[in-house]
């Protein structure tokens, strides 16, 4: 198929070119500033959504392969750590350089393994770029803290110091971007890496890998093992050698992860679920919110931690409102992620696709009222088939609070829209649930805005907006959906310690024991 001479400023040559290239590409591991195979010789495909075909392969590593890096990158931070943080910011900005000079490739490759739309992964390589200049800036100046001086007697100072190597698990959705927003912030502070990425998506972290080669960063400061998540997930949160761990994925997987932590008391930055409502009052700018809606849940094929997958809607407008977001989800063009004009793709893989369609039937079994989608789209908006692809229609439910289908977070482009009397009920229906990672009020009281904004049990609210993510400030859930925060200066509190130092501006009385 061919669309157009370019997308997203790509021509369609170069598109072409990217994908042949992956059919006969192995993503291997790096490890001490080296590409490697795992030693059993073992690989895994990786699968084209938009297909079920083989798209790629990567090296299946395990306990062996996670011992080598997380060692390099033990060794590397006796030296990284030392690093005059001038150095370390003209890496990381290399980095970011490269980035960009590579992103035409690092959207294709990710729009291929991911299945998301090509002109939003652009975007979000983009971002990748950022995170490294944006932490780049941080590299000289955040370490600095406070002094406690203590009348004319003693001076007491605080500093932080890098922590160590830091295990990096990330999910399939962003690859790229939820990577490099960890690692980013790790290689400034003085911390080394082993990343260890969805074995669903593998293939831009090696691309990734290889871009750090390039920039020539010393060996062992990242790191990367490809492979699956039994095996090298978990040989990565046992190593002795890496006491800092980040994960960002499901709820289930990152309770697993802290039982398993605990026994080594790693520090754990946990980025897990979330079940996010919107709120939209009858005094809301209702095409704003409108908009916001449909964007927050079908975009990024609803496979996004923030979706607002829970529609909250005053009774008085709820069943205009809720037939003007059935208009739009019908009118959502499915299609190819390389289509310029397509808006949601497949989902990542087979599993998840019949995960999703699990819900689904739950919530026809619990009386949900199915107004929209709700089974798998075979003909894309050009007449495309697509029955081989890992395709959904857009999906809406009327339904009520309790039902699986609003409790469960679905990780799909489905939303179960919900009406409420006031206020207070308002808040109850948005705070029952088990997660807390995002909310979005809309409303033109911006005194109830900002009371419901004190109330509402999550870590981001929004007002009047959709997810717009602004890096300086903290991004994290609470209840369920996470533990801590990071983003700006807040990562600090997970990548370094905090350490007191004490001088005596004279010498101090000290007793004087034994002494006859």
């Known amino acids: 198929m061919r669309y157009q001479d370019q997308v997203a400023g790509i021509p369609w040559e170069r598109i072409e070119a990217i994908r042949n290239a992956l059919k006969g590409w192995t993503a291997l591991h790096f490890i001490g500033g080296e590409f490697r ?61 490269l980035l960009e000079k590579h992103a035409d490739e690092l959207a294709v490759v990710e729009a291929l393994d991911a299945g998301q ?50 295990g990096i698990i990330t999910p399939w959705n962003a690859p790229l971007m939820l990577s490099t927003w960890r690692i980013a912030p790790a290689l400034a502070f003085g911390d080394t890496v082993v990343l260890k990425p969805a074995e669903w998506s593998p293939l831009t972290a090696s691309k990734l890998a290889e871009i750090v080669q390039e920039a020539d960063l010393p060996p062992g400061v990242f790191n990367l093992v490809q492979g699956f998540g ?93 037939e003007r977001v059935a208009e739009r989800a ?53 007449g495309e088939d697509l029955s081989r692809g890992n395709y ?39 705070n029952d649930t088990k997660y807390g990672l995002a909310a979005y009020v809309f409303t033109r009281d911006l005194e109830r805005a900002h009371r419901l904004a004190l109330e509402l049990e999550a870590g981001l609210v929004y007002l009047n907006s959709h997810n717009v993510r602004h890096l300086p400030t903290p991004f994290g859930g609470v209840k369920e959906s996470g533990d801590r925060r990071e983003g700006g200066h807040y990562a600090l509190e997970f990548y370094t310690d905090l350490k007191a130092v004490g001088l005596p501006l004279k010498p101090p009385h000290v007793p004087k024991f034994g002494k006859r």
């Open 37 to 97: 195979p795992s030693e059993s010789g073992e690989v895994f495909p990786t699968l084209d959504p938009s297909t079920g075909e083989v798209l790629s392969h990567a090296a299946r590593g395990g306990e062996k392969e996670v011992d080598r890096a997380a060692r390099a990158a033990h060794e590397a931070f006796q030296r990284w750590s030392r690093t005059p943080a001038r150095e370390r910011k003209r890496y990381l900005l290399r980095i970011a350089e």
């Open 117 to 166: 739309v090509l002109r939003i992964v652009k975007a979000q390589v983009a971002r990748s770029a950022e995170n490294f200049a944006f932490y780049a800036e941080y590299a000289e100046h955040a370490m600095e803290d406070r002094t406690f001086p203590v009348d004319r007697d003693w001076l007491y100072y605080s500093l932080r110091v890098p922590a160590g190597p830091v």
């Open 230 to 322: 039994e095996e090298a997930g978990a040989a990565l949160v046992a190593h002795p050698l890496v006491p800092l761990l980040t994960l960002t994925g499901e709820t289930e997987t990152g309770k697993i992860v802290m039982q398993n932590a605990a026994r080594h008391l790693k520090r754990l930055s946990l980025e897990l679920g979330g079940k996010s409502p919107a709120l939209v009052f009858a005094d809301a700018d209702l095409e704003r919110a409108l908009d916001a809606v449909v964007f927050q849940i079908y975009s990024f094929n609803g496979e996004r931690c923030t979706a607002s997958s829970r529609l909250l809607v005053e009774e008085s407008i709820f069943e205009t409102f809720v």
């Open 330 to 382: 019908r009118a959502i063009r499915v299609g190819h992620p390389l289509d310029p004009e397509t808006e949601v793709g497949p989902l990542i893989h087979p599993e998840h696709l019949e995960r999703v369609l699990g819900y689904v039937e739950a919530g026809l079994k619990e009386g949900a009222r199915l107004l929209v989608g709700g089974k798998r789209a075979t003909t894309s908006f050009r």
């Open 392 to 430: 959904l229609e857009p999906t809406l439910f009327v339904g009520e609070n309790r039902m699986r289908i609003a409790q469960e977070e679905i990780f799909g482009p489905v939303l179960v829209a919900i009406p409420f009397r006031d206020e207070e009920e308002a808040l109850r229906l948005a």
